[in-house]
């Protein structure tokens, strides 16, 4: 399962977002550092083609997909060197696939800031140049390594070596790695070093009551604005409260941009009893997909029967949709696309 971890400074919003997410009981008092160990919690992904599939072929089971979201403990300036819970924080992102950085953008008199005063652009800042030097640390270590190794003219030992360097050269230049541009090769090769900066990043912009002007800095960011104290107190009503109040939770938006932010997409499967959305990675090969249902629909794959949601609604059944022709039969190379029915064949 993918994760997401919530990061950001101390009370910036991070716990009563993951109780807002999650629906799950979280301590989120007024001080720093009340979130120790990460809370984990896994939240189901909203998709009305899933509801559509399931007002057309009604089944006992419907099953949503799911993303995992961590809360993290706050960070501060010189995390990388161990200030506050520094060296636990970083160690939880490394095991992350994606970084949701709440920053706050209101003023409270009686929530207190870590840095006294309301900056989110100084805030993003503190959180990356930590990354950025955690990264250095590791990129350092393993320079070290390979330097011991150069002597061998292992033309693999020297390609990395490059590599690494040329990674190097850009976080003392203050970018993160996932700005770096690099091929899908070079990223595949880095795999192993668990860079924290080559994670994509969401950046929440926590607002009380009005959203507020944000700054052209801000803007270029990858972002969402989000009442969260708003959305934790919504979590806690009933539709039919939520309803009566004319609002419309938008936690779902935030679920769906995260979603998106791990290039995942989602195929469904049907049986008798159930119908049910997978999420993948985009680009994923079919034989991959159906490993995610069983090893052995990976491993003992033959074929697969494939068809768009949205033309097996229109048939009316899975047998209506093959005598019309619509059902493609697909092979080991078949690239699964966003929302397929899928049945798989061993």
Not at 11 to 30: E, H, P, R, Y
Not at 53 to 59: A, D, E, K, N, Y
Not at 319 to 340: F, H, M, P, S
């Amino acid at each position: 399962m993918l994760k997401i971890g919530i990061v950001g400074l101390p009370n910036v919003g991070k716990s009563t977002l993951f109780k807002a997410l999650t629906k799950q009981k979280v301590d989120i008092s007024n001080y720093p550092f009340c979130t120790i160990d990460p809370n984990i919690g896994v939240v189901e992904v909203p998709d009305e083609r899933l509801k559509k599939l399931s007002q057309s072929f009604p089944r006992p089971k419907i099953i949503p997909a799911i993303v995992e979201f961590v809360d993290i403990a706050g960070l501060v300036k010189g995390a990388s060197q161990g200030e506050g819970l520094g060296n636990k924080f970083l160690a939880h992102i490394r095991e992350v696939d994606a970084i949701l950085e709440v920053v706050r953008v209101f003023e409270k008199q009686d929530v207190t800031h870590i840095n006294e005063t309301i900056d989110p652009e100084r805030d993003i800042q503190i959180l990356e140049t930590e990354l950025i030097l955690a990264d250095l640390e590791t990129v350092n270590k393993r320079l070290e390594k390979l330097e011991k190794q150069l002597k061998a003219k292992d033309k693999k030992i020297e390609e990395e070596y490059r590599l690494v360097q040329k990674i190097k050269t850009g976080l003392e230049e203050g970018k993160k790695i996932i700005d770096l541009n690099l091929t899908e090769k070079e990223r595949e090769d880095l795999y192993d070093l668990f860079l924290l900066t080559a994670k994509p990043i969401l950046y929440l912009y926590n607002y009380r009551n009005t959203p507020p002007a944000l700054s052209e800095n801000l803007k270029k960011k990858n972002y969402l604005l989000l009442d969260i104290k708003m959305e934790e107190e919504l979590s806690e009503m009933s539709e039919e409260e939520i309803q009566d109040l004319g609002v419309q939770p938008k936690i779902y938006d935030l679920i769906k941009k995260s979603y998106q932010l791990l290039d995942l997409i989602t195929f469904f499967t049907m049986n008798e009893n159930e119908i049910r959305a997978w999420e993948i990675k985009r680009g994923t090969k079919a034989p991959q997909a159906g490993g995610k249902i069983h090893s052995d629909f990976e491993e003992k794959f033959i074929r697969a029967e494939v068809i768009s949601w949205e033309k097996l609604i229109e048939s009316g059944s899975w047998q209506k949709a093959k005598d019309k022709g619509l059902i493609r039969t697909v092979g080991r190379d078949y690239e699964v696309n966003d929302g397929d029915v899928i049945y798989f064949v061993i």
